[in-house]
């Protein structure tokens, strides 16, 4: 059984909303990290850790992220590898094709490693330090 479609509504007005204010505060100096975690407790230590340096959008899936660029444009993205729609670089073209000279981290199981290479993404290997990250994002100056 398909949503009510009142519920459509609703989120196609969020959407727009989302929309309009990412618009009137673009004029803002905000660095914008798109965080595209499944997993509940990753996703909130790396937003409960980043959110006081970055404006943050956290989706749990590639198909969340694909709609949420149509007006919120990443600086930077983490991107998991255990994505349950779609492969890591599927997510990376999409942010790439919006951006290119955002950064990307991959966040990868231990032995997994995209195969294609970009001066603009970087790998990290699970676990990891939330530092770690830090120390990538100032290096590329964001």
Not at 44 to 72: G, H, N, P, T
Request: charged residues 25%.
């Amino acid at each position: 059984m398909g949503a009510a479609p009142h519920c459509s509504i609703l989120q196609g007005a969020a959407r727009n909303l989302l929309c309009i204010f990412s618009m009137q505060t673009a004029a803002l100096p905000t660095r914008k990290l798109l965080i595209v975690e499944p997993d509940e407790l990753t996703a909130w230590s790396l937003k409960s850790y980043f959110q006081k340096d970055y404006d943050i959008l956290q989706v749990r899936s590639a198909a969340e992220a694909a709609d949420q660029m149509k007006c919120w444009h990443p600086d930077a993205a983490m991107v998991s590898d255990n994505l349950p729609d779609v492969q890591i670089e599927d997510v990376e073209h999409e942010i790439l094709t919006d951006n290119p000279d955002a950064l990307i981290i991959e966040m990868t199981t231990i032995g997994e490693h995209s195969e294609t290479h970009l001066a603009n993404r970087v790998t990290v290997e699970k676990p990891f330090e939330l530092a770690e990250l830090r120390k990538i994002l100032k290096a590329h100056h964001l």
